[in-house]
DNA sequence: CCTACCGATCGGTAGG
DNA sequence: CCTACCGATCGGTAGG
């Protein structure tokens, strides 16, 4: 039979994570304790391990659910039937909204990478790779003047360099949103717009 | 009369900021204890508290002395007689060349400005604006027709997007070098590959 | 699910 | 009497 409090248990996995994903993106991950996580979360720092092994552990629960997002949009785009430089666009915009609405857990996969042991930064960086390789087809069937062999990675990496920092300085409030931003983004690797 | 061990007080201070940077880059400020560096000197704690008053200023001083660069080099360009493309093509190759060349320093300052006290940061924040509006200028004089007014500041921050990434994949001894890069950064931005 | 703790290590400072 | 510098240890706090 199932217990009773298994029927919570993935809402409080997920607010763990969620409040995580806050404090570990405004302060880094080793300036926030699980102290103020379980004071975030209005628990005990027990708590916090009865659900998570490990404080590392919840950090590669923040990053791993994010590029799940970012390596479904990428599936969804590439297994269309339009032009690559249609999928191009397509995909600029999705990954803004993503980085946007995900903004907490996307600065924290950007930054704090390097604090997770090595194997589970492994898994990450093998998922950021194929993630990279995939936009990096579309960049090449879109722009062959420019994605000589051995101007293609970097060119793809101008790209990611981008939209990835947007986290520094895009602010949803503010007067451009985000489409517009993915859209300027989209021109310039495109080269259309003169 | 100058005493004789002053001499060397001005490399001593240098060697610690040398180190920090790169325990720093790599550990990041929280990750590094100061016993670390010391060690990394070849000293105690004690001397390093002798030549600063606080891990804090130690971080200052590796964030400070790069832009202190980054600054020179917009002084240096902004001053010449050059129109405004080759004005923003030689800013590229000069900020690539010190990204490259203090790439420690840089990571610091790019990973680690939240941990400065506030007081300190909004110096870094003034003076990186300071930066950032510079190529601001260059760059609505270059591209007229994307840099309208709403879209000046994030044509500009995708710009320092392209550059600023770099320090999480630009290898030196890779096969695309860094004025490489810088070009086809700057020939993004300028348009003119097609 | 909490309180009570641990081994260790943190940034910073004491006396000499 | 100064400066430069050391070994040892301070009061608090980290992850667990």
Redo the contacts between chains.
């Keep these: 039979m199932a217990r009773k409090q298994a029927a919570d248990y993935e809402q409080r996995r997920e607010a763990i994570v969620d409040h995580a994903a806050r404090l570990f993106a405004?302060?880094?991950f080793?300036?926030a304790s699980v102290a103020d996580l379980a004071q975030a979360c209005g628990a005990s720092k027990s708590l916090i391990y009865h659900y998570y092994p490990s404080k590392e552990d919840i950090l590669f629960e923040v990053m791993d659910s994010h590029l799940l997002q970012l390596t479904g949009a990428v599936e969804t785009v590439t297994g269309s039937q339009a032009p690559a430089e249609r999928k191009l666009r397509d995909l600029t915009h999705r990954f803004m909204g993503l980085y946007v609405g995900a903004a907490d857990r996307h600065k924290v996969l950007l930054?704090d990478l390097?604090?997770l042991p090595p194997e589970r930064r492994a898994m990450i960086v093998t998922r950021q790779r194929a993630l990279i390789d995939a936009v990096q087809a579309l960049i090449a069937a879109v722009r062959p003047?420019?994605a000589t062999p051995?101007?293609r990675?970097?060119?793809t990496?101008?790209f990611?360099?981008?939209?990835?920092?947007?986290h520094?300085?895009?602010d949803p409030k503010g007067?451009?949103s985000s489409d517009?931003?993915a859209e300027?983004?989209a021109?310039?690797?495109l080269?259309?717009?003169?």
Tied chains: 1, 2.
Excluded: C, K, Q, Y
């Design positions: 405004s302060r880094g080793l300036g930054n390097n604090h003047d420019l051995r101007a990675r970097p060119l990496m101008l990611f360099g981008m939209i990835n920092w947007t520094t300085w895009f007067a451009a517009e931003v300027l983004a021109e310039l690797i080269g259309r717009t003169r």
